[in-house]
Every structure is written in structure tokens, then in C-alpha cells.
């Protein structure tokens, strides 16, 4: 490859762009051009790009349209904590390319990247941080500077809820790697601040919450800048009620809904937002309806609830029916 392209999905978050950026670093590190793709005006990680551009370093990204004359036949594009055509940054980039690679961590999905030379998939793995922490020391010692191990680093707090969720061992060795080669812990809870407006607006969110059969469902729909952020936030919020399994918070976006979902994994919230056309993890999940109002939205989500607790409790009853009758 000549040049390398490395995106992920629309509305990035830390660890969609940590992960971006440390694979475009480590292409720059063996004599490579390579770019992140990402829309600044819509990514969820703004302090992210920020620490990049303060360290002289803005260079590596790149909006989609300033990469689309970047493709050749030589232009490796490697995508990043999504396998969905539908869900990536711009999908007319992944249409160009000829070459793709896919590095993702959520559960396999019917719609995904079925032309990919190579589909690294890692479902058990809390990140896809993680994989490419993994990933770039193979590519030499140094490959990622202090900054990458940092994004790196916050990309697996945040999907891990800072090592609760999802964090096995080699979770740990993976972030231990990146503490190694600099990564201050200091630096990358300063990337999880928020806005005061932020504060405020998921502070209502959550004071709006119903509990829906062991789930809470909260709304906005004033809408402002910091809701989608916010949103997931409170969801997060949400769970450390006794007796939520699973926190949903909807939100008007574009004359649609759009769905924040988590859970502590016994709920797999991921189910249920593809019952609404998203996807996701089993822990932590999203969902987009189109030309919906929140009633309509509010109604979807408790229809999908339900169908989800049915479909679980018969899996359950059948398995103790198999257990009894052996």
C-alpha cells in the first residue's frame, strides 16, 4: 500500500477515533501516508483531535471528502469499531476503495463488510482499542508516541465503563502495554470531562426516567448541541439504580429518534436496538428511527422490550425443561 486510510463509524466516539488514530500512526511509523477520516463537526470526540492539533499533530486527520482523491489502486482503507456499511463515516469512501481491512469488536451483524481482505473480529475483546493496542507491537516498539497510547487508552475506559464492563485479562495487559509507553492516566480522565451544559442537560434527562420492567426510559426532546453526548451519559447514569438491568434515553434528532442504550450484561440491549435497526454491543447499544415521533419511538422500544424479556424467558424455560428431563 501506498497511502492508508483508516475511519470509522459516523458520530465517533473515544474509542472509534483512539483506535483510528493509533493504526494511522503506526502506518506513518513504517514510511506509509497515511490519514484518520473523521467529520469533525459531528464526531463525540472533539478533545480528542484537540490534544492532536495542540501537539502540532492535526495533520493526521482528514474529513472524508479531502480523501476520497487520496484512492488509488495502492490505498489500503482500514475501518475501525464498526462492520456495517450503513454505519460508516462516509460509505461512498468504502464503495471507492479496493482495498479494505476491518478491525471490530461488536457482534456480527447480517449487513456487514463481506469484501474485506481481511476482517480482523473479535467479539469477546472489550474494544477495539484493545485489538489495535494488541496489534501495534508487532509493528515495532515505538510505533505509537505518549498520545496514541493515551487515545488508545480511553478508548477502552469508556467501553469498558473504566474496567468494569467487559474487562478480561488481556484487557488489563493491553492497557498495561499502553502505560508503558506512556500513557498518563491523569491526561486521559481530563478527555471524559464535560461541559457545564452537558452536566445540566443530562441531569434532566436523567430526572425524567421511568422504570419499564426493570428497565429506565428517559427522554429529551428539546434537542441543543450536547444532547447526544448527554444522552449516553445518562443512560450510563441510569444504571446505578437498584433494580435497572438496562437504561434506554431517546432523543429528536433530524425529524427522527435516535436511541441510547446500556446495560451491566445481563440485559443484552444489543438485541433489542437491531430490533430497531441499530446494533451494537451487548453491553452498550444504539438505535436510529427515521421520520419517528417520541411517541411513536417510545412505543417501538417498549414493543422491542417486551418481545426481547418473552424471547429470554422461554429460552430460559425451555433450558429447564431440558435440565429436568435429562
Known amino acids: 500500500s501506498d497511502t492508508v486510510l483508516v475511519m470509522g463509524h459516523r458520530f465517533s466516539d473515544l474509542d472509534c477515533l483512539g483506535s483510528a488514530v493509533a493504526l494511522t500512526a503506526a502506518a506513518r511509523g513504517v514510511d506509509r501516508t497515511a490519514y484518520t477520516v473523521v467529520r469533525r463537526e459531528t464526531t463525540l470526540a472533539g478533545e480528542l483531535i484537540d490534544r492532536f492539533e495542540d501537539a502540532g499533530r492535526g495533520d493526521l486527520f482528514i474529513e472524508p471528502e479531502q480523501a476520497m482523491p487520496l484512492l488509488t489502486k495502492k490505498t489500503l482503507l482500514i475501518i475501525t469499531d464498526t462492520h456495517n456499511p450503513a454505519m460508516l463515516e462516509s460509505e461512498p469512501l468504502y464503495r471507492a476503495a479496493q482495498t479494505v481491512v476491518v478491525v471490530d469488536h461488536h457482534r456480527k451483524m447480517v449487513n456487514y463488510i463481506s469484501d474485506a481482505v481481511i476482517f480482523y473480529h473479535e467479539p469477546y475483546s472489550s474494544s477495539a482499542s484493545e485489538m489495535v493496542a494488541e496489534l501495534v507491537q508487532y509493528m515495532g516498539a515505538h510505533c505509537i508516541s505518549r498520545l496514541e497510547a493515551e487515545a488508545l487508552l480511553a478508548g477502552i475506559m469508556l467501553d469498558t465503563r473504566s474496567f468494569v464492563m ?58 441543543g448541541t450536547e444532547v447526544r453526548i448527554a444522552a449516553a451519559q445518562a443512560a450510563d447514569e441510569l444504571l446505578s439504580i437498584k433494580g435497572v438491568d438496562a437504561a434506554f434515553t431517546l432523543f429528536t434528532e433530524n425529524g427522527g429518534v435516535n436511541v ?67
Open 166 to 223: 467487559k474487562a478480561g485479562v488481556r484487557t488489563f495487559e493491553a492497557a498495561a502495554y499502553l502505560r508503558r509507553q506512556g500513557a498518563d492516566t491523569v491526561e486521559v480522565k481530563r478527555m471524559f470531562s464535560e461541559s457545564a451544559a452537558t452536566y445540566r442537560k443530562k441531569a434532566d434527562i436523567v430526572s425524567r426516567a421511568e422504570i419499564y420492567r426493570r428497565t429506565a426510559i428517559a427522554y429529551d426532546e428539546d434537542g
Open 260 to 326: 441510547s442504550a446500556r446495560s451491566m450484561g445481563d440485559f443484552n440491549v444489543q438485541l433489542v436496538m437491531e430490533a430497531l435497526g441499530g446494533g451494537g454491543h451487548l453491553t452498550m447499544a444504539g438505535a436510529y428511527l427515521r421520520d419517528t415521533g417520541m411517541e411513536e419511538a417510545r412505543r417501538l422500544l417498549v414493543s422491542a422490550i417486551d418481545a426481547h424479556i418473552q424471547t429470554r424467558e422461554q429460552s430460559l424455560a425451555a433450558q429447564l425443561h431440558q435440565n429436568e428431563s435429562v
